[in-house]
């Protein structure tokens, strides 16, 4: 993991499926959990599901909120 990767779950939008257009980092932990389980894609977009998916699980969300407001700015 690279410190601009944490940028990217805040910025990056899901490219396809149910939760498309939505933050990587806005998604719910059961569609983390089943691409856990089932596999993550390819490329970044399954790098950055991964992450998220261990920031969720381990319940760190709240270490994105600094990050959520820079990008608000």
Known sequence: MEPADLQLLVSREM???KHRGKLIADLPGSYLN???R???PPGETGR???L???ID???LGSLLEPLRQQSRR
């Open 15 to 17: 490219p396809f499926g």
């Open 34 to 36: 089943w691409f856990a």
């Open 38 to 40: 089932e596999g993550f």
């Open 48 to 50: 950055l599901l991964a």
């Open 52 to 54: 998220m998916q261990e």
């Open 57 to 59: 699980h381990n319940g």
